[in-house]
């Protein structure tokens, strides 16, 4: 099946400081999407991508879609305290009669004090 | 807080034994799909529920199924559990089929097999 490649796995970074993430595949796919996830939550969805060559804005977080269609990244600026979480990167895909999302394994963003 | 609401929280069952999680999706959606995230992966998506039929299942054996309500709840039954089931189980709704990206996850259930 289809696999993201999401690096770096975990991040340890100081307050106020830019984070940049990014995710891999080597198949393309047409929708991109970040997406959150807290401790005891559901994964939230922070910015969908649908266009390559897409740069998209949500406050802090930026994402691209990168022009080849096989990758994308997250930068957040200025990171504060809830911040803290992991960051996944998916893909949509149509397989087997519905539209599923792909997921990559995460990066665990830490923030020290 | 999304709407999406998942019962119970946590469950722990013992290998063979079969489990039933639910899934209320968010007021209008009509679509529920369930994930499956082991610990340290992201989610993998199991079926997605259109109009209380099946209409998607990704690489997950039969002893998966679920079923979807008139109300556009689901469940999620899996039988003959095994170790490796342990995971939290996410369900998402959204508002048709189509609109997969704009789905609301639920908290999850954690289900632990002993």
């Known amino acids: 099946g289809q696999q993201l490649n999401q690096s770096p796995q975990s991040m340890f970074i100081q307050e106020g400081e830019d984070v940049s993430m990014n995710c891999t595949s080597s198949?393309?796919?047409?929708?991109w999407l970040w997406y959150k996830q807290d401790p005891g939550e559901g994964p939230v969805l922070l910015i969908a991508?649908?266009?390559?060559?897409e740069l998209t804005s949500n406050g802090r977080l930026t994402a691209q879609f990168g022009i080849t269609r096989k990758d994308s990244f997250l930068n957040i600026s200025a990171s504060i305290p809830s911040d803290v979480g992991i960051y996944f990167c998916?893909?949509?895909?149509?397989?087997?009669?519905?539209?599923?999302?792909?997921f990559g394994k995460g990066t665990h963003l830490i923030i020290q004090p | 807080e999304t709407g999406v609401t998942q019962s119970p929280t946590h469950l722990i069952k013992t290998r063979g034994q079969q489990v039933t999680l639910r899934c209320s999706s968010q007021?209008?959606?009509?679509?529920v799909s369930w994930y499956q995230q082991a610990l340290g992966q992201g989610p993998q998506f199991i079926f997605q529920?259109?109009?209380?039929?099946?209409?998607g299942r990704g690489n997950f054996p039969p002893r998966f199924s679920g079923l979807q309500f008139p109300n556009y709840s689901s469940e999620l039954n899996v039988n003959a559990l095994e170790l490796d089931d342990s995971a939290l189980y996410l369900c998402?709704?959204?508002?048709?089929?189509?609109?997969?990206?704009?789905?609301?996850f639920g908290q999850g259930t954690r289900l632990t097999v002993v």
């Open positions: 998916a893909v949509l895909y149509s397989g087997g009669g519905a539209d599923g999302l792909t």
């Open positions: 529920y259109y109009r209380e039929e099946e209409n």
């Open positions: 007021s209008g959606h009509n679509t």
């Open positions: 198949s393309i796919f047409n929708t």
């Open positions: 991508l649908y266009k390559a060559g």
């Open positions: 998402a709704s959204s508002l048709g089929q189509g609109r997969v990206t704009e789905a609301f």
